[in-house]
């Protein structure tokens, strides 16, 4: 195989290949890679690098969020920018609380909307059929209704 750097050969060696992904080193062990006897160029198999980053994003991605959201990760779970995720909140398209000057989020909230659904809506008909034959009145049912329904509205 010839460089597309410099035109050297370039000789099939196996290494350990490391990336860093979101601040995470990760180290791929006896990968196989091109690397040219000139310049030290490098070259991977597309295959290689398909499997490389299925790895690394399927693993790693699954963990990344936590419950609790800020901007940034909002952003980046929904590819958008944070200007988008701040034009969300104020619309009241995007479920938030803030905390002093920062914005949060529920990522249970979030991933449901991507779904399509609409979490304060489950959860208010999830209330309405656990206290059906329990001896809360209609009226207490539709103030935890009414409740949910004002959790689901944006705070400044």
């Known amino acids: 195989m010839q460089c597309y750097i410099c035109g050297g050969e370039m000789k099939k060696i196996k290494k350990d290949v490391e990336a860093t992904w979101k ?8 990968m196989d ?8 160029e490098q070259a991977y198999e ?28 909002v952003a980046d779970l929904l590819r958008v920018s944070n200007q988008t995720v701040y034009n969300l909140v104020r619309s009241g398209k995007l479920p938030a609380t ?6 949060r989020f529920s990522r249970n909230q979030i991933l449901a909307l991507v779904k399509g659904e609409n979490f304060f809506e489950q959860a208010a008909g999830l209330v309405a059929r656990e206290v059906e ?19 689901g509205q944006v705070r400044g």
């Not at 803030?98 to 914005?103: P, S």
């Open 23 to 30: 601040g995470r080193a990760i180290t791929f062990r006896g």
């Open 33 to 40: 890679a091109w690397v040219c006897e000139d310049c030290g």
């Open 46 to 73: 597309p295959e290689d690098v398909r499997l490389m980053q299925g790895l690394i994003q399927g693993t790693l991605k699954q963990h990344e969020y936590p419950e609790i959201m800020n901007v940034e990760e």
């Open 98 to 103: 803030k905390i002093g000057r920062e914005w």
């Open 133 to 151: 034959g329990s001896g809360i009145s209609t009226n207490d049912t539709e103030i935890i209704q009414k409740h949910l329904a004002e959790m």
